[in-house]
Nanobody, 125 residues
């Protein structure tokens, strides 16, 4: 069982920045690809960013490319999402997910078998 705890959400004005953190409970964190997804009210959960276990490879949704950066600190069992130039359309609950089983489906919800509880990000205009 892997526990994931997100933090860092909050209210920010458009153009501002926020950094989300996701802390994992397992020492084997370095084996897991990690992803960030988000869900706005009335919308489907969508892929935001992902990172390989080593951190060598990253993946981004077109909507956040160039604005968001995913990174990880395996010594701290933590993955981060740095969000810059935030827009009102970025408002959503952001979820951290772990691919413990090695599915390798980086951009799909079905590629992850552990999920955090989510953290709210609200961007005002």
């Amino acid at each position: 069982q892997v526990q994931l705890v997100e933090s860092g959400g909050g209210l920010v004005q458009a153009g501002g920045s926020l950094r989300l953190s996701c802390a994992a409970s397992r020492r084997t964190f370095t084996r897991y690809a990690m992803g960030w997804f988000r869900q706005a009210p009335g919308k489907e959960r969508e892929f935001v960013a992902a990172i390989s276990g080593s951190g060598a490879s990253t993946y981004y949704a077109d909507s956040v490319e160039g604005r968001f950066t995913i990174s990880r600190d395996n010594a701290k069992n933590t993955v981060y999402l740095q969000m810059n130039s935030l827009k009102p359309e970025d408002t959503a609950v952001y979820y951290c997910a772990a691919d413990q089983l090695g599915y390798g489906r980086r951009r799909l919800e079905s590629g992850y078998n552990y999920w955090g509880q989510g953290t709210q990000v609200t961007v005002s205009s």
